[in-house]
Each structure stands twice: as structure tokens, then as C-alpha cells.
């Protein structure tokens, strides 16, 4: 607006930007029309709380008088605008939703919404993960007091077979064969039914448990050295995740005592700050890696490493061993809390130790 002269009578819009109440209840407005400031006073205390209901950025119509005394600009815009009452001002457009105070208040309650939905995520896969442990304890049981027992009463059976039969008797190789294979086949019962129950995880640790799992598949069949390394420092996993590492290298440590002809087996438990990985690695005689290798063992932990959404590699050179690797990125910890269904307090002691399994 151009100022003709001073005590005009003018009719001017802006946008307001602030307002303050001056000394004697003197109420003053800054507005903004786009192209310059200026001030709008009203006297007297009877509008006060009139003026007080308007609005930041709101648009507002000013009927005035137009001053441009410094006595009313204050030297800080070039005019004023004197209200005669508050029925002079006429809100023509209210404040847009998106100032700061509401893109805070969405924002908060964005993040309020976000974590109720994570929270009920996280007790729904609580309950789910509940299902799922409760479903394997059951099968663990039934597996115990049918195939197990099954398996350790033809093994009873075949030894009393063999000490009738004598030392003569033709069949002896039959009955070694048949007595080698139903004690293979009850240690792997035994092992499957291991799995199946997570309950040894708690007490003994992630990798003290990978390492009695290595013990007993290791026992009877040959002399491995095994050795254990933790680096990082420890701390509990995530239920999912201790055991998704634990069949894993359950199944890495049957591929190396199964196949690989090792002399040594190391098992690595490696924290980091955002992550943790898991390595089995032996010396063994190693293979060729390529998607027509993969046997059912290698194809179960890829698809176990999918489940949980992990890196997993095999490095292997025919004649230099074989490395499978695992590497897990864990959740914030301040999320790390809602994950645990169970407790899984690793065990602390020696970080590093090597002996070797007879």
C-alpha cells in the first residue's frame, strides 16, 4: 500500500506475525501485506481479550487510521494503522494448520502412533514366537518318548542279539552294521530333539552351546580340536536370533564332522556394536561352493538365515577348508528389551579356550 498522507483513512489486509500489549493497555499488531511491515494499534483495555483470540499468520482486514509519525512506527515500518475499535478488524482467512506448533504436535503424535504400533507388533510376535516354542517342546516330547526311546530299545536289543550269537556266529558283521546304525541314528534323534528345546541356550550361552553341540557330534567318530573365540563384548540376543545361530551352526558343525575330514574346528562369536556375527570354520577338505553343491543341510540354513533377514556366506576352496559365515544386524538398543521372549544371558568367563574332543 503507498501512503498518500498521513491521517488517511485506509482499508489495508496482512498477514499477522505478532502482537504485544504495550504500557496504559495499548495493543499493538505486525502484519505483513507481502511486500512491507506495518503496525496496528488500538487503545484501551476493552479489546484486549477481542484481540487475544486472533491467530498467528491469520489474514486479517484493517479499517484504520494511517499514521506515520515515528510516535507510532517507532522507526521500525514505514506506516502505522490507528484502530478506532475492535469491529475494525475482520479476520478474512485463519491461520494456516501448518505452522510450527502443529507440524509438532503431528509429528509427536506421529511417533506416539508409530510406537504403539511397534509395540503391539512386538507383543504379537511375542505371543507368535510363544506358539512356536510351546509347538517344538511338544514335538521335543513326543519325538523323546517314541523315536528316541524307540531307537534306544533296538539298540538294547541288538546288544543282547550279539552277546547270545558268539564270536563265531556268521552274522557278526550284519549285527555290528545294524548296532553302528541304530547308534547313529539315536545320537541324531538325540541331537534333533537337542534342537527342538532352546531351554540350554539360557544357561549355557550361545556359543558354549554350539560348542557342547560340537562335543557330543563329535564324540565316537574321530579326534577334532575345537576352539572357541568371543570378541566384542557380550550381551543378551533376541530370542529369534540366538536360535536362528544356533541351528545354523548346528548344522555348519554336522556339514565339518560329517564331511569336511578336519583336524580342527573354530567357532567364532563376534559382537559389534550394531550386529553380531557367527563363524564355523574348519580345515578340512573343503568344496567346490555353487548352487548345484548345495545340499539340503547348505539350502535349510539359507532358508533359516531368510527368516530372520541375515547375510550368509560360504567360503570354501577344495583342499583349504570351509568358513560359514553369519552376520546379523540387531535392533536399537532401546528396542532390544521388547524382542527378548526369553532371557538369554550368555555365559561369562574365558573368552578364548582350545582343547580336544576324544
Known sequence: MTVSSPSEF???QGRLVDKQTGSGGALTLTLDDGSQSFLAIAGGAGSASSFRLLKDQSRLRLRGICAVDQAYTHNLTSFAILLPSFSDVEVVEGSPWWSAGHIIAFII????????????????????LQDVLEERERLAHEMHDTLAQSFAGLGFRLEAIYDEAGEESSILPQLNVAR?????SHEEARRSIAAL????LESMGLLRALEDCARRMIKARSVIAVRTVSAGSERTLPLRISDTLFRIGQESIANAVRH????CLVLSLIYRKTSVELIVEDDGCGFQVSSESAGFGIRGMGKLADSISVRFTIRSTPGKGTAVHVHVPLPPSFLRAYWQRIPLRLVSGERSHEHTIA
Open 260 to 263: 569336511a575330514l578336519s583336524n
Open 10 to 12: 485506509v482499508e489495508i
Open 180 to 184: 553302528n546304525m541304530v547308534r547313529n
Open 109 to 128: 503424535g506421529f511417533l506416539i502412533l508409530a510406537l504403539a504400533g511397534l509395540t503391539v507388533y512386538i507383543f504379537l510376535e511375542r505371543w507368535r
Open 197 to 200: 528345546r532352546p531351554e540350554h
